[in-house]
């Protein structure tokens, strides 16, 4: 089981997902993405990140929001303003919190992934703030945006590691986690 994805160290009985979960099918990370947790110099730089993932975590979601919204409702573009604007804030501040870092040469990888990150959430909100067509199915402005939007998602998901607490959704304890527990006297099959 050296290619998937383990994560033997979580949850009631030492597992979030039993042995015959469809969960253990997910491709394994990309190892130059894996933080070596273990190792201290990792471990730090993990922790000053952590702040920074959370935050473009939740700019992506917020982007996909008004990406949604000036499809849906181009009309009323100008209500979207602060949201937009907002957003662009909150990606200046994980930009200057991520700058404050100084990346492990092991982890240069996953530091090259956030920035990335940041960069596709610029050009998503450079294009939601020129007010391009984002309507129209055949939009090149509409393709690119989409462009943006799945490749920062992918990135995210790529520097996403539940032993350092950065998880696009934190499942542990929810009902479809195998290692969750149903209620006081439910035991967990791991």
Known sequence: MTDRLQLNDHGPGGAIHTNDC?????????????????????????????????????????????LILAQTAPHQADR?????????????????GLGLVRPPRQSSRHYAALCEILDHLDGLLNTLRRRVDLVSPSSSDLDAALRQLFAAHDLLLAVSD?????????????????????????????
């Open 80 to 96: 979207d303003r602060p949201m937009i604007e907002t957003a662009r804030e909150q990606v200046e501040e994980a930009r200057d």
């Open 22 to 66: 469809l969960s253990w099918t997910a491709p394994a990370p990309h190892p130059e993405m894996v933080l070596a947790i273990d190792n201290e110099e990792v471990a730090t730089y993990a922790l000053a990140v952590r702040p920074v993932y959370g935050r473009l975590k939740r700019v992506l979601g917020q982007v996909g929001g008004l």
């Open 162 to 190: 539940d032993r350092a607490g950065m998880t696009p959704v934190d499942f542990s304890h929810a009902c479809c986690s195998c290692g969750a527990t149903q209620g006081p006297s439910s035991t967990t099959n791991a």
